[in-house]
């Protein structure tokens, strides 16, 4: 409500005025709390008091806003007015201390119709939106469709797989019986040979047997007729002479070093074939390792391919690199393990001493200290052979390595199983196991590994061996070849 200038307004009419205006507020503000209601109450009766001080000086009986009597006049009427506001509506005057929420002054209802109207979207958005929506919809369900398509499709590769393994296993034995029934048939003809020749030679001695006989038989006769009789069979019986077993005869047997060498070829398969059987799973998480130069010590040269390593016994003429060991002739990896199985052999048969093992990246590579040696810390495992005796090492501890047999390792073969804490040395050769560490607990190393904690890198160390043995000369990092 605005006041008119220049309209004569007395005191009297001012408050009508205010009182009304309080009233249109409240009118605009039913529906809201007593709280926002005497706030809103207060706010219109000193916006109203602030605009009839301003329309004071221009009222019709040309007194001025200081003088008394205007000031008389409109005080008294403001106070009482302000009371009756307090005691018909009962609010309590804000305090800027208070923790009460001020309400914000309410919008008209056209403002808000249009502000409603403004946020609506038109029907364009709304059917580009459906049009959106359904093509989300049918992309979803084909996406389901096709995850249950291959939900139903893994027992069918499953079996289809089950199947190509029961004919791979099954055309092994095959082949084992088809050799089993060659070995059987060659026997066989072994025998039915030896029994021939044995056949003859009994032949020959049942011929002289009868003949004995016949001499005899002819004896007995003569002696019981007539003396002339007697000299006929005699002269009969001087012309067979004794038979004596042939040196021949010996020598008709089966050949028995033939069925032994045929024994110990047998042997010698059925040990490759288990290594080999053993060997099939940790092959199919073979990972092809080569030596990072960086980190090899300046006395270890290393191969074009990268995967043989040889101690030249002289420095290269290199700067030194931050990751390479400088007193410890060591070196690293290029890939590390970080998930997951991974398999790798390294021969060691062109070394006397050595050790094959596995390390943190932040490893030592300044000085012989113990955190720059393998297995002499925490950051490291490791097998190694020295002065003739192997031994596995981790955190400065070390167990003697049982099992091996009396011929020295060719190939150490290293299973890494990231994710389980695994991790075990083979003799690559008989697939015999040489030291396995684990999540167990042990007696000698005395933190159980229930995870690796950082990338693990393939490592290999030179050591230097007794006085009366060569010095080490290479090791090679294998190429595993798998079908």
């Not at 019986?237 to 042939?246: A, F, G, H, Y």
Request: net charge positive; glycine share 6%; with cysteine.
């Amino acid at each position: 409500m605005h006041f008119m200038a220049g309209a004569t307004c007395t005191p009297e009419r001012l408050i009508v005025r205010k009182i009304r205006y309080v009233e249109n507020a409240l009118d605009s503000a039913k529906g809201e709390d007593l709280p926002a209601r005497g706030f809103i109450c207060v706010s219109y009766f000193v916006q109203s008091s602030d605009m009839a001080e301003k329309e004071a000086p221009s009222v019709g009986n040309g007194q001025s806003p200081g003088t008394p009597s205007a000031q008389s006049g409109l005080a008294p009427s403001s106070a009482g007015s302000h009371g009756v506001l307090q005691d018909g509506l009962s609010f309590t005057p804000l305090d800027s201390n208070s923790d009460n929420v001020v309400q914000p002054f309410p919008r008209s209802p056209k403002l808000q119709r249009k502000i409603a109207e403004a946020g609506r979207p038109s029907q364009e958005q709304l059917s580009r939106r459906m049009e959106e929506l359904q093509a989300e919809r049918s992309k979803t369900e084909a996406h389901i469709q096709s995850l249950k398509k291959r939900k139903a499709d893994l027992s069918r590769s499953t079996e289809a797989m089950k199947q190509q393994v029961r004919e791979r296993f099954e055309n092994m034995r095959r082949v084992l019986k088809q050799d089993e029934q060659a070995i059987q048939d060659s026997l066989e003809l072994d025998l039915r040979q030896t029994r021939t020749r044995l056949d003859q030679v009994l032949k020959n001695w049942k011929h002289h047997q009868d003949q004995v006989t016949k001499n005899i038989c002819s004896i007995q006769a003569a002696l019981s007729k007539s003396p002339k009789a007697e000299e006929d069979e005699k002269g009969q019986s001087e012309n067979l002479s004794p038979k004596k077993p042939d040196a021949s005869e010996n020598q008709i047997r089966l050949n028995e070093e033939r069925f032994e060498t045929l024994l110990k070829t047998l042997s010698s398969i059925s040990k490759q074939l288990k290594v080999q059987l053993q060997r099939k799973t940790l092959l199919l998480d073979s990972s092809p390792m080569v030596i990072d130069r960086q980190t090899c010590h300046s006395q270890m040269t290393v191969s074009s391919d990268g995967r043989g390593v040889s101690f030249s016994g002289s420095a290269h003429p290199a700067p030194e690199h931050p990751l390479q060991f400088d007193k410890v002739c060591c070196a690293l990896g290029t890939s590390p393990v970080v998930a997951g199985q991974s398999y790798w052999e390294v021969d060691v048969r062109c070394c006397s001493a050595w050790a094959v093992g596995v390390a943190y990246g932040n490893v030592e590579r300044k000085g012989r200290d113990k955190g720059s040696k393998l297995g002499r810390n925490r950051n490291s495992w490791c097998v190694e052979l020295r002065n003739g005796h192997l031994s596995a090492w981790h955190n400065d501890r070390h167990v003697t390595c049982q099992g091996v047999g009396q011929t020295a390792l060719g190939k150490v073969g290293v299973w890494l199983n990231y994710d389980k804490g695994q991790l075990v040395f083979y003799n690559a050769d008989t697939m015999v196991v040489v030291q396995k560490f684990s999540a167990a607990v042990t007696p000698v190393f005395d933190r159980a590994h229930h995870q690796f904690t950082e990338p693990l890198f393939p490592a290999v160390r030179f050591l230097r061996p007794a006085d009366n043995q060569i010095w080490p000369n290479h090791l090679e990092l294998c190429h595993l070849n798998t079908p």
